[in-house]
């Protein structure tokens, strides 16, 4: 049977109750449209009984979404207020749902662990200014998520899915290539928010896949990511030459890497920067 879902008149009655004058700084644009959400749910491709994490769950719209969908929810939001009704809200509108309904208050970028079994999926319309670093640490620190079907600015959704030598392939799309495959699902408007943004947002699916064969750590994978795009105009011997201590012991790294020193980071792959980084750390042994 299917929820009722929060529409426009929900939204702001809601809203209005709570005192909730939604800020730019928390990215709080609320969705009020019940197809909407249920073609976030749906793209995420998630099964009844399976435990799902959201980041931001705001006044609830994608969380009765996925609680109709028979899925098991921990909700993490920053907003002490919303956080506070969202139990209620639920109670009220899927009453037998509630008991799969756990929120936490808490910044997501701060969240080390979560109540429950390990989640294996993370749906969230996220929070558009922290929306790539809570990716990232989410797939970081849960290894349990196979799969994460997001919200996020259309430019966003583009970098994230961005293959090598695009336009938009950066620092976003290398780190997201690390933990997963990634690709846009669907453009959606901006009138199914309230307040309306500026931009048109996307979903975005990552599947999680083994990160590339490397003796490197990831953290040093990404120490190179950041110095190859801190300076996009330079080649990548230039580029990484402050990481390597010079611009020859750059050199000889890439060689190393078989990476060819004059060119540069947006057209390498995951893989070759991980290669990159094997050989900057043979050389510094
Ligand atoms: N999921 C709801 C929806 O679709 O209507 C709200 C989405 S709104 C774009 C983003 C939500 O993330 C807001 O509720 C905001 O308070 C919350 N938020 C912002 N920054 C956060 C953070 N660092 N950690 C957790 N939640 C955050």
Redesign the pocket.
Known sequence: TLNALLGPVQIRDLAGRLGVRPTKT??????HDAGT?RKIVRSAGIEAGQHVV??????????LGLLEAGVSVVA????PV?AAQLPLTVREMAPEQADRLTVVV????TVKELPGPPPTALV???????AVP?LLTFLERFPSLDRVLV?VQAEVADRLAAPPGNRTYGIPSVKAAWYASARRTATIGRSV?WPVPNVDSALVLLERRDHPQTTASRQSVFRVVDAAFAQRRKTLRGALSGLAGSPAAAQSALEAAGVDPGARGERLTVAEFARIAEALEAAAT
């Open positions: 928390l990215g709080q644009n609320f969705v959400v959201e980041v931001g769950p705001g006044l609830g719209s994608l969380t993490v939001e920053i907003d919303l808490q910044d997501a970028l969230a319309n996220l929070p558009y200014n922290v809570v919200m928010f």
